[in-house]
C-alpha cells in the first residue's frame, strides 16, 4: 500500500492532494467535507462521480468546492486541487459534454 503524499498549499488558495489521500485526512484549510459513500480517498470519490475512468480536466463541484484532477495513471487518480468553487456554480461539472 502506498501512502499519500502530504498536501500542498497552491495558487489562490487552492490545496494539491494526492489522489491516495484518505478523505478523512483532507486538511481542515480546505474546508471541504466530502458526502458519504463507496470510496475512502479522494481519487476514488473523484472516479465515483462521473461513474466512470477519470480524466485531467475532470471537475466535481461539491457544496462550494471545485475538485479538479491533475494527474491521472491509467485508472487511478494522482493528483487533485481543491479551491473554492466560483459562485454561480452548481452541481457536478463535466468538461466536453
Known amino acids: 500500500m502506498t501512502t499519500a503524499g502530504a498536501p500542498g498549499p497552491s495558487r489562490g488558495g487552492a490545496v494539491l492532494v494526492d ?15 466530502i458526502p458519504e459513500g463507496h470510496y475512502e480517498t479522494v481519487g476514488g470519490f473523484m472516479m465515483d462521480r ?29 493528483r487533485v486541487r481543491i479551491s473554492r468553487a466560483p459562485q454561480d456554480a452548481a452541481g457536478d461539472e463535466r468538461p466536453g459534454s
Open 19 to 33: 489522489g491516495g489521500l484518505i478523505i478523512q485526512e483532507i486538511p481542515a484549510e480546505a474546508g471541504l467535507v
Open 50 to 78: 462521473p461513474g466512470r475512468v477519470t480524466r485531467p480536466g475532470d471537475v466535481v463541484v461539491v457544496d462550494d468546492h471545485r475538485l479538479e484532477v491533475l494527474a491521472v495513471d491509467r485508472s487511478r487518480v494522482e
